[in-house]
């Protein structure tokens, strides 16, 4: 049985809040590397059956350093449980046929990877990795190559659109 293992690179794209600290404010880990001081005022959004609930990303240390510094709050209370999983809002900018935004690489890398999970019919010949990694520019056995290392693949995929300066071209 061959194994293909199918990646894309998932850092600047969510987060997962961990500990209700108020009916409004949060602590959270991201989901994929982000620097804390990147992050710090940017507006994140989390989807319920209900709809959206919308916050900011607020630091709690002068320079903040680590995830710890910072804490998402929300303008009302609300009943979100530890695992609840959000994205960052980030600007999106269509001009002609030029997108931009901050890490729409990633965003577009996982998102055509989840998309083609439906799509993928069971193979007695074959076993599907679908992986969304973090850390790749890292090396050193993070990212992909760690689960590369791990399932040693016959094939992979890499899911890796390229950016120009200034934005994706469609």
Same mark, same amino acid.
């Given at each position: 049985?061959?194994?293909?293992?199918?990646? +894309?690179?998932?850092?600047?794209?969510?987060?997962?809040?961990?500990?209700?600290?108020?009916?409004? $404010?949060?602590?959270?880990? $991201?989901?994929?590397?982000?620097?804390?001081?990147?992050?710090?005022?940017?507006?994140?959004?989390? $989807?319920?059956?209900?709809?959206?609930?919308?916050?900011?990303?607020?630091?709690?240390?002068?320079?903040?350093?680590?995830?710890?510094?910072?804490?998402?709050?929300?303008?009302?209370?609300?009943?979100?449980? /530890?695992?609840?999983?959000?994205?960052?809002?980030?600007?999106?900018?269509?001009?002609?046929?030029?997108?931009?935004?901050?890490?729409?690489?990633?965003?577009?890398?996982?998102?055509?990877?989840?998309?083609?999970?439906? +799509?993928?019919? +069971?193979?007695?010949?074959?076993?599907?990795?679908?992986?969304?990694? +973090?850390?790749?520019?890292?090396?050193?056995?993070?990212?992909?190559?760690?689960?590369?290392?791990?399932?040693?693949?016959?094939?992979?995929?890499?899911?890796? /659109?390229?950016?120009?300066?200034?934005?994706?071209?469609?």
């Amino acid at each position: 049985k061959i194994i293909v293992l199918v990646e +894309s690179h998932l850092d600047e794209v969510g987060l997962c809040l961990t500990n209700r600290l108020s009916p409004t $404010t949060y602590q959270f880990v $991201t989901i994929g590397q982000s620097l804390p001081e990147e992050l710090v005022n940017g507006k994140v959004s989390i $989807t319920t059956r209900l709809g959206a609930i919308n916050g900011r990303i607020n630091a709690t240390a002068q320079n903040p350093q680590t995830l710890a510094d910072l804490q998402v709050n929300f303008p009302r209370p609300t009943k979100l449980q /530890p695992g609840t999983v959000g994205y960052y809002q980030r600007f999106f900018r269509l001009q002609k046929n030029l997108i931009s935004s901050p890490a729409l690489d990633n965003r577009v890398g996982c998102a055509a990877l989840l998309s083609c999970l439906p +799509s993928i019919k +069971s193979n007695p010949k074959a076993t599907y990795i679908f992986a969304l990694t +973090s850390q790749e520019e890292q090396g050193q056995g993070k990212g992909a190559a760690a689960v590369a290392q791990k399932f040693k693949p016959d094939f992979a995929v890499v899911v890796a /659109p390229s950016t120009l300066e200034g934005g994706l071209k469609v």
